[in-house]
């Protein structure tokens, strides 16, 4: 056979075969190669599954691994937090900062500035009205006192009315300030002045007792309560009337919309209502005394109270007094500041450690709330805050005047 005659035959043969289905070929590998991987794929999840099943069973049995147990949630702390010391009556409480630590601690910055002293050239109200007060100051002017106004802007005005003394001294209560920031209130013999420092206008309203000693605003700015160790009523500024109602031995307790008061196995938290106070619940707190008055921010009450006995802070030549901060619902915790001595850097070498410094009974006492979660409080020649979140303490301003009464105005 020639070379020329292969070709041909080839040809040949080719076109007497049959012609594959290649489409159908095709399908059927694919439809192989997809059960393949879906064996594959079910095989590693009953793997896996099988592992899971294991590990859970040891873990249930033998505990995590290294005995440590993963946290239901992360702890989330705000800035500056510091850890409660313990706890008194099931309550969180911290300890403040030693007296004479003051100068040192962080600042909160209020148009009082770094020290609270009497302005050289106050401004008249009726030239300079105050639109929000941050701090009123009393100026003694021989008998009489003259009422200075701090605004938030942090100018100062002085109302023009003369004050007189009461049996307590100066003319002047933590509770001055109405929550509205534009009126104060004086409690005096008989009366209570109130100012409205956005129209220098000055009212005197009469009251039935001469011992005035206490005046505290309830929430609508519109009426207050003025008490003295004998009687508490609730007077009306715009109709210029006083009702009496509940009264209590000390006056400082007459406070809306809560007020703290009662000694240990009596602590009770109470309700303002119409006609006095209800109680509202029982607090287990060691006092044996309380100081100043009572301020509420929604639902806590924070006041200052002098324990009898705190053993969880010992004292060697004073009783530790407490920033209470009691809360009236279960759902938002109570919180306590102990304010104790300050010992001694190197210790004695036998016997009871004298105090470098200690806390006077009256040094300390609420002076109301910078915002809803902060405490402002006085110790001897300071204003402090006191964060309830956070545990911190920061100082406010030095304190160069004897009394003062704080207004929302002092966040600027």
């Known amino acids: 056979m020639r070379r020329e005659d292969v070709r041909p035959l080839l040809v040949r043969a080719v076109q007497e075969l049959p012609e594959p289905d290649l489409a159908d070929s095709a399908w059927a590998g694919g439809l192989a190669l997809r059960r393949r991987r879906r064996r594959t794929g079910l095989v590693v999840t009953i793997v896996v599954a099988l592992v899971l099943a294991v590990t859970s069973v040891v873990v249930a049995v033998n505990g995590p691994p290294f005995g440590l147990s993963p946290p239901e949630e992360v702890p989330s702390h705000p800035p500056g937090f510091v850890p409660p010391a313990g706890q008194i009556a099931g309550m969180d409480f911290w300890i403040a900062p030693r007296g004479g630590s003051e100068p040192y601690l962080n600042r909160m910055v209020t148009p009082i500035g770094g020290e609270l002293d009497y302005p050289e050239d106050p401004t008249p109200l009726a030239e300079q009205p105050v639109q929000e007060i941050a701090a009123v100051v009393l100026a ?121 008061d009662g000694v240990t196995g009596q602590v009770v938290l109470m309700r303002s209502t119409p006609r006095g106070w209800t ?62 001595e300050t010992p001694p850097a190197t210790p004695a070498p036998s016997g009871p450690q004298a105090p470098v410094a200690i806390r006077e009974r009256d040094c300390c006492a609420v002076l109301g709330w910078y915002d809803s979660r902060t405490v402002l409080f006085q110790v001897s020649g300071w204003i402090l805050a006191w964060s309830l979140e956070s545990g911190q303490v920061r100082r406010v301003a030095e304190l160069e005047v004897p009394m003062v009464a704080l207004g929302p105005g002092l966040r600027g």
């Open 140 to 260: 003694r002017n021989g008998d009489t006192f003259r009422p200075l106004l701090l605004a938030s802007t942090a100018g100062w005005s002085e109302v023009d009315v003369d004050l007189a003394a009461i049996a307590t001294g100066a003319p002047l209560s933590a509770g001055s300030v109405a929550p509205i920031g534009r009126m104060v209130a004086f409690p005096q013999p008989g009366a209570v002045v109130v100012v409205d420092s956005t129209q220098a206008q000055v009212r005197r309203i009469t009251v039935p007792d001469r011992d005035v000693r206490s005046v505290s605003w309830l929430g609508d700015s519109a009426h207050l309560l003025v008490s003295s160790p004998r009687s508490t009523y609730r007077v009306s500024v715009e109709e210029g009337t006083s009702t009496p109602i509940q009264a209590s031995v000390d006056p400082a307790a007459a406070t809306a919309p809560y007020r703290l």
């Open 279 to 340: 109680a509202d619940r029982p607090v287990e707190l060691p006092v044996g005394s309380w100081v100043g008055q009572t301020f509420s921010s929604g639902n806590v009450a924070a006041r200052v109270f002098v324990a009898d006995e705190l053993p969880q802070v010992e004292t060697v030549a004073s009783r530790p007094q407490v920033v209470a901060a009691i809360s009236a619902v279960d759902s938002e915790p109570s919180r306590l500041l102990v304010l104790g």
